[in-house]
């Protein structure tokens, strides 16, 4: 019964997390001022076939994870595809909000901009210290780095390069926002991590930290 009750409070922290970093990511496609890498691409796929972007996010999401099962001969833990199934939900839930809305002042987009970047970054580290499975992409990148003995660091930027690539040539909104993304959300979510984790092993009673995976912190 007591492990039934902390898995039940791990999927609802699991829960916020994802609606949270959704959130996120909402905000800095609408600031309209760049998106990040993946992101590019979604929303270069929506302008280019239709459908939604959380839709794309989705579609996405079922390739890389089964790129990543390919390439471990595994199948993925199943958080990681409820995390990109939600994602998906969340992203279009949001972007039919009739105040979420790209601000008029370059001002107003700066500061969407940078609101959506530590929300995504929160909420990030909020899903991921529940411990029930990391999401699609982080999935493919420790696939990536099991089979090719590449260095974290070195394999999410080849990930996040040849996407950004693939999504500009889509037409995906590429712009001063998606170099700020790229070269800050690491430090924002290593700001977060250790603060969200700590506060949802408090509320777990766990003796015990685990690790965080690193992909999420690089």
């Not at 309209?32 to 590019?40: F, K, Q, S």
């Not at 929303?43 to 280019?48: D, P, S, T």
């Not at 076939?49 to 595994?74: C, D, N, P, Q, R």
């Not at 700001?191 to 999420?216: F, M, S, Y």
Request: glycine share 12%; proline share 3%; hydrophobic share 55%.
């Amino acid at each position: 019964m007591k492990r039934r009750q902390q898995l039940q409070k791990r999927f609802a922290i699991f829960t916020v997390g994802l609606l949270i970093m959704a959130l996120g990511i909402t905000l800095t496609i609408v600031a309209n001022l760049g998106a990040a890498p993946w992101d590019v691409l979604h929303v270069g796929l929506y302008y280019q076939f239709g459908l939604t972007i959380g839709t794309w996010s989705i579609i996405v999401g079922f390739i890389v994870l089964g790129t990543a099962g390919i390439i471990m001969k595994e199948w993925p833990k199943f958080g990681a595809y409820l995390n990109m199934i939600l994602v998906g939900v969340f992203i279009d839930m949001y972007m039919l909000l009739p105040f979420m809305a790209e601000p008029q002042s370059w001002q107003g987009k700066t500061v969407m901009f940078l609101v959506g970047m530590v929300v995504y970054a929160y909420g990030m580290g909020i899903y991921l210290s529940a411990e029930l499975g990391a999401g699609p992409r982080d999935s493919f990148m420790l696939a990536l780095t099991a089979k090719t003995k590449w260095k974290v660091a070195n394999a999410r930027r080849l990930m996040e390069v040849g996407v950004l690539v693939i999504g500009w040539l889509l037409g995906g909104p590429v712009f001063i926002g998606t170099v700020v993304f790229s070269l800050a959300a690491g430090t924002f979510i290593g700001i977060a991590l250790p603060q969200c984790r700590t506060i949802t092993h408090k509320w777990l009673k766990d003796e015990k930290v685990n690790e965080i995976e690193r992909g999420a912190s690089v």
